[in-house]
């Protein structure tokens, strides 16, 4: 009897089981290129509706069935995930760093006695005689040249990169043992070629697919740090990666 492509596959040593997560249409981590799109005002009254909404796991009746401990948790993550996208926005606004300064000053000034906060306007100024920051000429804005790959892609190209290390006929492999495990017809060779020919550039040169399989592993790893540098809110199928990550670990 002819051996299945997921047997063939998992006899010449490939992790079938990260080869089978990599499939999927929903999004597993959070889009930190979208940033620039969330405005100022935007983040502020969010970071405020978090506050409002974080108050009330001190309400037990309110928030039930939902416990006060596990309440607090999710709001403290979404905090911490929004004044970290806040602050990861500063890439975005180099040409307004110095109105920023400016307004901080104004805050400050305005919620603070001045001998509160003299050392911060001490650093700020200290900063301005060195010429920091900058003020930048706003040149004209560049044509962003379209959408970049969606996750999807990117998640097919580094399946495609795994099979190819031990397939000559990669895109046939993947979209078979895909359609093994999920039981339907959804994917085919051609499909996927035509798919992975998006893209910039810069995704599709030498060792991109390398990067984003290593990228991918780190991810199925449970290792967050490689999507944002402190806590997020997690998609389903993280939950379900860190769920299990944390079964295998031994008890103490």
């Known amino acids: ?14 992790d079938i089981e990260f080869l089978a997560w990599l499939e999927g249409e929903e999004p597993r981590v959070p889009d930190l290129d979208r940033i620039r799109k969330v405005k100022d005002a935007d983040f502020a009254a969010a970071i405020r509706g978090t506050e409002w909404l974080a108050q009330y796991f001190s309400e037990p009746e309110l928030i039930s069935p939902h416990r006060p401990k596990e309440w607090q948790a999710r ?3 979404l905090q911490q995930f929004l004044y970290a996208a806040l602050g990861s926005s500063l890439f975005n606004h180099t040409l307004s760093v110095p109105e920023d300064l400016e307004a901080l000053e104004r805050v400050l ?8 906060w003299s ?21 004209k804005a560049k044509p962003s040249g379209g959408t970049g790959p969606s996750e999807q892609t990117m998640r097919m190209r580094a399946a495609v990169q795994l099979v190819s290390a031990i397939s ?8 078979r043992f895909w359609n093994e ?3 339907t017809e959804k994917y085919n060779a051609q499909q996927l070629k035509d798919r992975l020919r998006k893209g910039d550039a810069l995704t599709r040169a030498a060792g991109a697919a390398e990067r984003s399989v290593a990228f991918w592993r780190r991810v199925y790893d449970v290792d967050l740090r490689a999507v944002f540098p ?8 993280l939950k379900e990666r860190y769920r299990a990550r944390a079964a295998d670990q031994p008890k103490d």
């Open 119 to 139: 050392e911060y306007r001490e650093d700020i100024r200290h900063l301005r005689k060195q010429g920091l920051p900058p003020r930048l000429t706003e040149g």
């Open 230 to 237: 402190g806590p997020f809110p997690l998609s389903p199928k």
């Open 109 to 116: 000034e305005t919620l603070l006695p001045s001998s509160f």
């Open 75 to 77: 709001y403290d993550v």
């Open 168 to 175: 000559k006929t990669p895109y046939g492999d993947l979209a």
């Open 181 to 183: 495990r999920l039981g």
């Open 1 to 14: 009897m002819k051996p299945s492509v997921s047997e063939k596959l998992k006899g010449s040593g490939l």
